[in-house]
């Protein structure tokens, strides 16, 4: 049998160059599946993203999804894209071995955690207070560097890194410290800053964006105390559900997530299309 794609509408190009197509998986003709391609809105028109694949549960075990992903790194590679990447559910296990078994490479994962009713209680000497604007001018400029090279890191090249930095960083704040639903904070520990949270409180689920413990102060426990104060935040904002990214090879950070209760929703894959 023979699997393929076909095109259900017209390739779309936008005014900034981004394009996009929907698929049928079509097994001798008959449609089993659906696939939905585009380029990258962010990494741009080089880079190609499978926004959906689906096969139809009559048609699942008999290596339809394998093939149709790699029909659609084909078109991708016709697009001239140099990488394409997707996201995978974490309860899709199926979907997760697969993209492993054609060569994607695990990048970053989303977790999450439901949160009581209670807030959380810090160590003793520990309290978190705002970011001044003092403060926050070089916190920001440390974390477009830093955030860019955790990207560089994972095989993304460095003007694309710096690139999604600058974008995601404007995006998200927008007016500093004053951007609305974005708290910036301070771990203190006996009257000295021992680290920093950037949590957002916009939607139904609140959702760090940045944890960090200052170097001086690494190995004491603080890491926990900082996401404690994050719960704390977000409970007393009236969220349930906790959300943060990691990202894969940070042992330390995981090995802490998972200790508190964090578990995965989501794995970020890619693939360098040669």
Not at 35 to 50: E, N
Not at 123 to 142: H, I, K, N, Q
Not at 213 to 232: F, I, Y
Not at 244 to 271: D, I, R
Request: hydrophobic share 40%.
């Amino acid at each position: 049998m023979t699997t393929t794609l076909r095109p259900t509408e017209p390739l779309q190009r936008a005014d900034d160059g981004a394009l996009s197509r929907n698929f049928q998986v079509c097994v001798n003709g008959r449609p089993v599946g659906v696939v939905d391609l585009s380029t990258h809105p962010v990494f741009g028109p080089s880079v190609a993203r499978i926004d959906d694949l689906r096969i139809e549960e009559p048609d699942r075990g008999r290596g339809r999804g394998a093939v149709a992903a790699l029909a659609a790194e084909e078109v991708a590679r016709g697009w001239g894209c140099r990488r394409i990447e997707v996201s995978v559910p974490a309860d899709a296990g199926g979907a997760l071995r697969l993209s492993t078994a054609l060569g994607y490479v695990h990048r970053n994962r989303g977790m999450h955690k439901p949160l009581g009713d209670t807030p959380p209680q810090l160590p003793a000497g520990s309290r978190g207070r705002a970011m001044t604007e003092a403060e926050f001018e070089p916190w920001l400029v440390r974390k477009l560097a830093e955030y860019a090279q955790d990207w560089i890191d994972r095989g993304v090249p460095e003007a694309e890194a710096r690139a999604k930095s600058e974008h995601d960083h404007a995006q998200l704040l927008p007016q500093g410290l004053a951007t609305e639903n974005m708290l910036v904070s301070v771990l203190e520990q006996e009257g000295a800053g021992v680290g920093t949270l950037w949590l957002s409180l916009a939607g139904d689920t609140a959702y760090v964006y940045d944890v960090e413990t200052d170097e001086h102060a690494r190995g004491r426990g603080h890491g926990r105390s900082l996401m404690l104060l994050a719960e704390a935040q977000a409970i007393a904002a009236g969220k349930r559900v906790l959300g943060l990214n990691v990202f894969a090879g940070n042992t330390p950070a995981e090995q802490l997530y998972a200790s508190l209760g964090y578990v995965p929703t989501s794995y970020s894959m890619y693939k360098n299309l040669l």
